[in-house]
Structures are given as structure tokens and as C-alpha cells.
């Protein structure tokens, strides 16, 4: 149940660092982008964006965290070797093949190109790496 709770855990920081991030891009792209300007109309608050923004993606990377937490338990249960700096090497390889499913295709866009790349490698670092070890220490 540790694996879980650290899933959650960890998808709530991101989503702590994600939220104001979103916001503030957003608001500041609404000159050039239309889709900004749809969702984030000049001279919309930052703070009352980025509450929403947060509220969505509490809930959002809480529950991915939650579902990440349970396919760690259900790995570890059965096969729990280290590898790549990470008590389990399976679930990192996992968690590698996913971000890279999410990110190969939005690196063709060279508009959000540095942010994908920076998001995978976050995602990577935190659920690959960072939730095995959180978990480990609930032990």
C-alpha cells in the first residue's frame, strides 16, 4: 500500500510545480497563440487560472500517480530487481516506454517541443525513479 500512497504523493508535487507553470504560459502566449486566447482570454487572472488549473491536475496526476503506484506493488510482488539507480527495473523500464509513447509524437511540434522533452524527462525522473524509492521507504 506504500507504493500507492507514494503514487499519489508524488503526483501531487507535480502537480504543485505543473499548475502555476500552465497558468503563467498560458497567459503569457495569448498574443500569440488562438488557443490560448480560447482558453485564457486576454487579461484573465493568473491566480484564479492557475486555481483551476490546479484543481485539474490534482486530480489528474493524483489518480495516474495512484494507478502507477498499483502496477509498482503488482511488479514488485512478483519481480523486484534494481537497476538504472532504481529498486525496480522493470517498473522503470514501464514508465520509460509510457513517457516516451506521450512524448515522441508531441516532439514533432516545435512549438512545444522543449516543453515535452522537459516534461517527459520530469515525469521520468519522479514516477520512474523518485515513487520506487518513496516506496521503499514505507516499508
Do not use: C
Not at 15 to 37: C, E, K, M, T
Not at 113 to 133: K, T
Amino acid at each position: 500500500m506504500a507504493e500507492v500512497l507514494a503514487g499519489f504523493v508524488i503526483g501531487y508535487a507535480i502537480s504543485l510545480i505543473v499548475s502555476p507553470l500552465a497558468a503563467w504560459s498560458l497567459v503569457s502566449s495569448n498574443d500569440r497563440s488562438g488557443f490560448a486566447q480560447r482558453i485564457a482570454p486576454p487579461g484573465t487572472n493568473v491566480v484564479a487560472l492557475s486555481a483551476v488549473l490546479h484543481f485539474a491536475t490534482v486530480l489528474l496526476l493524483t489518480a495516474l500517480g495512484m494507478v502507477l503506484g498499483m502496477a509498482l506493488m503488482g511488479i514488485e510482488e512478483r519481480r523486484s530487481d534494481g537497476g538504472i539507480g532504481s529498486p525496480n527495473l522493470v517498473y522503470t523500464l514501464i514508465v520509460v516506454a509510457l513517457t516516451a509513447v506521450m512524448v515522441i509524437p508531441a516532439v514533432a511540434v516545435p512549438m512545444i517541443r522543449r516543453y515535452a522533452v522537459i516534461g517527459g524527462i520530469v515525469f521520468v525522473a519522479l514516477f520512474g525513479w523518485a515513487m520506487p524509492w518513496l516506496a521503499t521507504l514505507g516499508d
